[in-house]
């Protein structure tokens, strides 16, 4: 059994990605069961995809802009190319 940590002014239960180490908040276990199964969280998962195929992140980022569902980390940014 897994043990997850609570904000105890929030309640929201706090979760830490294996790969960018950052804590992550979810406001209810379903949400955090998913991911821990997943076994990394959205930013992580969109950094992986947006490596493989770049030509994605437009597509991404006018869905994340438009419903302001961004990812709960910002290291999917480190697949966004790099311009001189």
């Known amino acids: 059994m897994t043990l997850y940590a609570v904000d105890l002014q929030t309640g929201d239960f ?3 990605c294996p790969d960018c180490h950052e804590y992550i908040r979810f406001p209810d276990l379903s949400l955090l069961y998913l991911t821990d199964q997943i076994g990394r969280c959205q930013g ?3 950094q992986k995809i947006l490596k493989i195929n770049p030509r994605l992140i ?3 980022m006018d869905a994340w802009t438009r419903d302001g569902a961004w990812p709960q980390s910002n290291s999917w940014v480190e697949a966004l190319p790099v311009t001189a």
Request: positive net charge; contains cysteine.
């Open 58 to 60: 437009s597509l991404y």
């Open 44 to 46: 992580c998962r969109a």
């Open 14 to 16: 706090l979760w830490r």
